[in-house]
């Protein structure tokens, strides 16, 4: 019985030992003002033979991968 307590206190400790903050609403860089949105399916058109540019997307993310910028 002691060895199961025992257990669970170091479980316990360990998983608040080892917990993140929760991070919402952080920002950096100068932010993005209004205006010059264009809608995902005319990014392409946009682009043309460039390989990059600056452009404002609106879209619906409907895949993310969780391991891309895990560190």
Do not use: R, Y
């Not at 860089?29 to 058109?45: C, K, L, Y």
């Amino acid at each position: 019985m002691k060895k199961l307590i025992l257990s669970l206190t170091f479980c316990a400790l360990a998983t608040l030992g080892f917990a993140q903050d929760k991070v919402q609403g952080q920002s950096f860089g100068e932010g993005v003002t209004e205006g010059n949105i264009i809608p995902a399916t005319e990014v392409n058109s946009k682009l043309g033979k460039e390989a990059k540019a600056d452009m404002k997307v609106v879209g619906e993310v409907v895949n993310v991968c969780k391991k891309k910028g895990v560190s």
